[in-house]
């Protein structure tokens, strides 16, 4: 099993910036392709961004387009996410999913892991 675990969500206002950090554990980190989601209330889960195995390859939802930015650390077994110029619609929780192999996700089919979300609110 790879366990991850997703943080550094919060209030923040529109225009501001936050990083999330999802932690992996228990399987060799590497060998996953691994992105982000988001469900805001109400909502069906969404697509925001994925990364290769590399981290020399990304794709972003074009919602975040140019605002967040993804990658990955794999000597710390950790994917990131840097959000800037927030909006009220990013308000969402966020979650971190991991698939083995090559390639890079772009939807959430075929993903082998999810981290339990955390939660990112942007006041207007």
């Known amino acids: 099993q790879l366990q991850l675990v997703e943080s550094g969500g919060g209030l923040v206002q529109a225009g501001g910036s936050l990083r999330l950090s999802c932690a992996a554990s228990?399987?060799?980190?590497?060998?996953?392709?691994v992105g982000w989601f988001r469900q805001a209330p109400g909502k069906v889960r969404e697509f925001v961004g994925s990364?290769?195995?590399?981290?020399?390859?990304?794709y972003y939802a074009n919602s975040v387009k140019g605002r967040f930015t993804i990658s990955r650390d794999n000597t710390k077994n950790t994917l990131y996410l840097q959000m800037n110029r927030l909006k009220p619609e990013d308000t969402a929780v966020y979650y971190c999913?991991?698939?083995?192999?090559?390639?890079?996700?772009?939807?959430?089919?075929?993903?082998?892991?999810w981290g339990k979300g955390t939660l990112v609110t942007v006041s207007s």
């Open positions: 999913a991991a698939r083995s192999g090559i390639g890079i996700i772009s939807r959430d089919v075929g993903i082998d892991y």
């Open positions: 228990g399987r060799t980190f590497s060998n996953y392709a």
């Open positions: 990364i290769n195995l590399s981290g020399r390859s990304t």
